[in-house]
């Protein structure tokens, strides 16, 4: 059974104190609801890791993930972040490849590549992100674009690493845009994804993964989104600074 999965990126958004009133309120809600079937991850700024991290030990289906890692195990790397000092603050996820990583600081697929297996060395999970930019979608090679990042990206990984990869799709178009792909659009490209997998892997490796949308997800689009058959949750970036609206999204899995 693949995993349903709901998580949020902060972005950079949230001094430590507001992250943790978030958080608060977040389970508060989240703990009184029947979300059994799904898991709710929050990723907030590596400087609030440690605190929110704390905050869900324990708690069942409740975990954190970093928003980025270097791609580099240790060394004289001013300002980066490594996956195992990730990994002593209690993160269990590493979100990789989000598009604004790849447009604002020239992550390339070869690097994510390289983040991709220092991240499962250390034993945590991937959520790995593709997505097309609107010129992209208009000249319709979409496909052809997100089917390279995921061969670059991942195709090097054995069936059994990727497995703990979760793939976000997340058209560049439709983040914070308020621009949303429609259910289609989403079932498409999903459904594309499983396809390559399979073929590279095999159809019962593909059947396992999670695929997660991304863009403008919010607690009125979720169901639909939700009831693809491809599509295994969300990766909420605006809607996840609500609680709300966050919990909203993840109980559209009911
Ligand atoms: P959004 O962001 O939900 O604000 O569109 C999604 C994301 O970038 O992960």
């Known amino acids: 059974m693949r995993k349903k999965i709901v998580a949020g990126n902060w972005k950079m958004n949230k001094t430590l104190e507001e992250g943790v009133k978030l958080v608060e309120e977040t389970l508060q809600l989240f703990t009184a609801q029947p979300t059994d079937n799904a898991i709710m991850i929050f990723c907030p700024p590596f400087i609030s890791l440690e605190k929110i991290s704390l905050m869900v030990d324990g708690k069942s289906n409740v975990f954190t993930a970093a928003q980025n890692c270097y791609s580099e195990k240790s060394g004289a790397y001013t300002g980066e972040v490594s996956v195992s000092m990730i990994k002593s603050v209690g993160a269990q996820y590493v979100i990789l490849g989000h598009s604004e990583r790849r447009q604002y600081f020239d992550e390339t697929n070869e690097m994510l590549a390289r983040k991709t297996n220092l991240v499962l060395e250390e034993g945590l999970n991937p959520i790995f992100c593709v997505g097309e930019l609107l010129e992209v979608r208009e000249g319709n090679k979409q496909e052809e674009l997100v089917g390279k990042q995921i061969s670059e990206g991942l195709f090097h990984l054995s069936a059994e690493e990727l497995q703990k990869v979760v793939i976000a799709y997340e058209p560049v178009w439709a983040i914070g845009t308020g621009k949303v792909a429609t259910d289609e659009q989403a079932q498409e490209m999903h ?64």
Request: hydrophobic share 45%; glycine share 12%; aromatic share 10%.
């Open 191 to 254: 459904a594309f994804i499983r396809k390559i997998l399979a073929a590279k892997y095999n159809a019962e490796v593909a059947n396992e993964i999670s695929i997660l949308y991304g863009g403008s997800c919010k607690p009125s689009n979720a169901a639909g989104f939700f009831s693809q058959k491809d599509i295994d949750g969300g990766l909420i970036g605006g809607a996840s600074l609500v609680a709300t609206d966050f919990v909203g999204i993840i109980n559209k899995f009911q």
